[in-house]
């Protein structure tokens, strides 16, 4: 893309209204525009970085067996009066009438939903395991919206509902979520802790909240430093198999590491005292086991082995899926602006032309650039008649993770300069070598199915 041609409405100043880093960047890069309070348009680079997290999501979901499918935003009001939840949800759920005056609802979630499709299509054990997700957009009516993307009132999110025949196997299905949960999260160059945590108004015994550490979060949290040197790393697990699921459940969550919500002093205080943290984070996910909580009242049943009918177990797992790219921005950023990991950027890297309108700088970066597009790389070309001072800090504001700057003095020692966004070094070299390097950079976070 030619930034000439983009639409990247960067701002000078920062709005008085933004609060947070993540909000303050995300409308000062061109990212997003309020239409009304927690409810944002997301402009042409924010929607790149969000479709890129929503194809992580996807990607992580089905490598582990997942199926997608898509629901309606307006829900029937009577699914959720069968699961006794309607009037229980609280003023968050935005009620409506439709003009034949039945009463309807915007998704805050989809328990219900998802029971009414599995009772009308699946009814022997033989058809399960099963688990279905899809990624769609919310609505909560939050009393008080604010920090941006991280608590507004729509919201992009992906939420996905297991159903097994027994409790085990349902318990299985939370293991395996949380395994591909620690993995997109690392895709996403997070480290994402989870965290015993309260049901809410899903309902449930099992429950964990996964965390970003930021100074910014709005949870209070307490832990045991030791999980901060986890990794999930390139391993390779068996996600059919019970054990090897349980066993990264237990490597993950057996040290101490809870919200102000559940945490008990008395348990902390074991932990040796080098080792305790007390911190704040930002929520990016939570998996849920509630049993038979919707299936029964809403008859979500199969035939057993023996013939007769067993209420389906379930468990619900959702990722806030807009909420990522605001704890993104929170965990990796500077004073100059966002830091891209890779595996999320917008585009994978900046090219800036340090003297437009010079013949050989124009067309080293016209090579460049129709090298990475070749190879697959989508480049940000800042072809703009601007001097080399904004070019670079429009730049280091949308955070690219890298940048070849190309100038006439560079070009006759037949060089152009590569530099990090993250480290801040740079390293001169070819034109070729400055589009291998890159291509080689960016070969772990192509799609992994």
Not at 92 to 117: F, S, V
Not at 151 to 168: A, H, I, P, S, V
Not at 227 to 248: M, P, W
Request: hydrophobic residues 35%; negative net charge; proline residues 5%.
């Amino acid at each position: 893309m030619r930034l000439t041609r983009y639409f990247l409405p960067v701002l000078r100043e920062t709005p008085a209204e933004a609060q947070i880093v993540s909000h303050r960047l995300m409308l000062r890069a061109g990212m997003i525009k309020q239409a009304s309070a927690g409810i944002y348009s997301w402009l042409p680079l924010g929607y790149r970085v969000l479709r890129n997290v929503e194809r992580i999501v996807h990607e992580e979901q089905q490598r582990v067996g997942h199926i997608p499918l898509l629901m309606p935003t307006l829900q029937p009001a009577d699914l959720w009066q069968e699961s006794g939840r309607y009037n229980a949800y609280g003023p968050e759920m935005l009620r409506i009438r439709d003009r034949q005056d039945r009463d309807m609802l915007y998704g805050p979630t989809n328990e219900e939903m998802i029971t009414d499709i599995f009772r009308s299509h699946v009814g022997s054990y033989k058809d399960l395991p099963l688990t279905l997700y899809h990624i769609q957009w919310k609505f909560r009516d939050e009393m008080r919206p604010r920090f941006g993307v991280m608590r507004g009132r729509e919201f992009l999110m992906k939420d996905g509902y297991n159903f097994d025949l027994t409790k085990e196997d349902a318990l299985h299905a939370y293991n395996r979520h949380l395994v591909s949960y620690l993995r997109t999260y690392e895709r996403m160059g997070l480290q994402a802790i989870p965290m015993r945590a309260d049901s809410g108004p899903i309902g449930g015994d099992d429950t964990h909240e996964f965390l970003v550490l930021a100074e910014t979060g709005e949870s209070e949290v307490f832990y045991d430093s030791e999980i901060t040197e986890l990794k999930f790393g390139e391993r390779e697990i068996d996600h059919d198999s019970h054990d090897a699921c349980r066993a990264v459940l237990e490597e993950f969550t057996s040290r101490y590491a809870r919200t102000d919500e559940t945490h008990d002093e008395a348990v902390f205080e074991k932990v040796p005292e080098e080792r305790r943290r007390k911190a704040r984070g930002i929520e990016v996910g939570q998996i849920f086991y509630f049993g038979t909580k919707y299936s029964e009242p809403m008859g979500a049943t199969v035939q057993g082995p023996d013939g007769k009918p067993v209420p389906v177990h379930m468990g619900s797992h959702g990722i806030g899926v807009s909420r990522l790219v605001g704890a993104i921005i929170e965990a990796s950023h500077d004073d100059k602006g966002i830091i891209w990991p890779e595996g999320v950027t917008p585009f994978h890297a900046g090219i800036v032309n340090l003297k437009q309108g010079d013949g050989e700088a124009d067309a080293a970066c016209e090579r460049i650039y129709a090298a990475l597009t070749e190879n697959g790389l989508e480049p940000l070309y800042d072809d703009r008649d601007e001097r080399a001072g904004g070019k670079f800090a429009t730049m280091d504001l949308i955070g690219l993770p890298w940048r070849i700057t190309v100038g006439p003095r560079g070009l006759k020692n037949g060089v152009v300069e590569l530099t990090s966004r993250r480290s801040s070094e740079s390293e001169e070299m070819s034109p070729e070598a400055a589009v291998a390097r890159l291509v080689e950079i960016y070969a772990p976070h192509r799609a992994r199915l």
